[in-house]
């Protein structure tokens, strides 16, 4: 099933334990549960690496190694996954959650939201941007578990018939 095709994509055991940011972990990283390929652990890495993926802050790998320790979830999903905000996209990003807070929030005169400006007025975007950065991260983490346990659910089923 999909198994075959993630042990293609996802990285190996020896590539993970080898980023210096993860060493901090030490044997932790030998946890066979976050290595798992069920489903259960696979849905688990998919909603914390999505989840995290939109929150703005650093070291978000470092965040999801250790969620994924801890709930026992995909190690290798997570990191990938929170990897959806990169360099590329964190602008784009970031600027949704912020128009999607101040929206939510009704603010009528909201701060001209800039990363040049950004550290002079945080304290005036930081709610609309993690009112945003909730409600994305949520609706996003669970739209994307469902919809891939729908189309493994499927692609069981698929391969049982045959």
Request: hydrophobic share 50%; proline share 5%.
């Given at each position: ?52 993926a ?13 969620l ?8 290798p ?28 929030l ?54 049982r018939?045959?």
């Amino acid at each position: 099933m999909p198994r075959a095709k993630l042990r293609k994509v996802l990285p190996t055991h020896e590539k993970i334990k080898d980023q210096r940011i993860l060493k901090i972990f030490g044997k932790l990283l030998y946890k066979q549960k976050i290595w798992s390929l069920s489903r259960k652990r696979i849905l688990g890495g998919v909603f914390i690496g999505i989840f995290v993926a939109f929150i703005p802050m650093p070291l978000q790998m470092l965040l999801v190694a250790l969620l994924a320790i801890i709930f026992n979830v995909n190690l290798p999903i997570t990191i990938l996954l929170v990897w959806l905000s990169n360099p590329l996209t964190m602008p784009f990003i970031y600027y949704f959650e912020y128009e999607l807070g101040n929206w939510l929030l009704n603010i009528k005169d909201p701060i001209e939201f800039s990363f040049e400006t950004m550290n002079e007025n945080i304290s005036e975007i930081a709610l609309s941007l993690y009112v945003g950065t909730f409600v994305i991260s949520t609706i996003s983490a669970f739209l994307a578990v469902f919809i891939l346990n729908l189309l493994w659910i499927k692609e069981v089923r698929k391969k049982r018939k045959k």
